[in-house]
């Protein structure tokens, strides 16, 4: 949809590409403020370069919003000129806040809508407001999200998942309380691949970054790392019945170093015990 034209569907029906991925990027980067009665606004704020895809918001949106600039100092540099996009109605104001965007702070509450939507549409508009894509300081391709929702990350990491085969465990970063999921290489490709497909509204820069990445090519002599397979329940029970690393291993087609890790951790606690059954 390279002109974002208006297109009819109910404002934000999120089966629809555009508006999942408008939800999503709203979501991450947008603010829901509640006035005095009736009044508020929804206002998203990006860096001016952007712009073009605020426009674009203002286009697909049936209500009356405007696109604004200033340029104010910040503490990383001297002068910072952003764009916002400014939305009023209390009808679409409304229909965004059941649909799942809160008043006011929202990092850790937000998560995917609870009706049916274009999911990596939803998950791109996510990304491109609090993600990153391109490459590392290695050479490496990479698609990355930070994120203050586990419920958010969860639903990358199980989607992702699905499309790319590289499992994710979700945790916090000790010193911030944020979850940073990271997939590189193949991994990143195949994700890259599926999110940013020809002709969606996204970030141009993004869109670019994303392109670029099918252009690695792993170095001849690097290393696959497998992918790490997760003890299950009954794997565990297995084990602790069989009390035995060398035994365990062969009837679970595992390593004994593995077992023996496995079964160090039920003991001691570190890993919870399976339920009984």
């Known amino acids: 949809m390279a002109d974002c034209e208006p297109i009819a569907h109910q404002f934000m029906d999120l089966r629809v590409p555009e508006y999942a991925y408008m939800f999503g990027f709203m979501q ?24 073009e895809l605020l426009h674009k918001f203002q286009k697909l949106t049936p209500y009356y919003s405007s696109v604004t600039e200033r340029t104010r100092s910040t503490n990383f540099a001297e002068t910072h000129t952003s ?58 391709p990479f698609v990355s999200l930070t994120t203050a929702s586990t419920a958010v990350a969860a ?18 970063n000790a010193r911030d309380g944020i979850h940073n999921i990271l997939y590189t290489k193949e991994a990143a490709q195949k994700l890259a691949v599926d999110l940013y497909y020809k002709d969606c509204l996204s970030l141009r820069r993004k869109k670019t970054a994303a392109d670029s990445l099918s252009a690695w090519v792993r170095p001849a002599g690097m290393r696959v790392a497998p992918d790490r397979r997760r003890w299950t329940a009954e794997e565990d029970r ?17 390593t004994e170093k593995s077992c023996s890790i496995r079964l160090w951790r039920l003991r001691t606690g570190k890993t919870p015990l399976p339920i009984s059954r």
């Open 238 to 254: 297995v084990l602790l019945r069989l009390n035995n690393d060398a035994a365990a291993a062969e009837e679970l087609g595992r």
């Open 155 to 172: 639903y990358l990491c199980f989607y992702a998942g699905k499309v790319t085969g590289a499992e994710r465990t979700l945790k916090r």
């Open 83 to 140: 764009a916002t996009w400014t939305l009023c109605s209390l009808e679409a104001r409304t229909r965004l806040n059941e649909l799942g965007l809160p008043y006011g702070r929202k990092s850790n509450t937000i998560g995917p809508p609870r009706v049916e939507f274009s999911r990596r549409d939803y998950l791109r508009g996510v990304i491109d407001a609090d993600g990153s894509v391109g490459y590392t300081g290695h050479g490496f």
């Open 28 to 51: 991450a980067d947008g603010h829901l403020q509640q006035g005095v009665g009736q009044k508020g606004r929804l206002s998203v704020e990006i860096n001016v370069r952007d712009i």
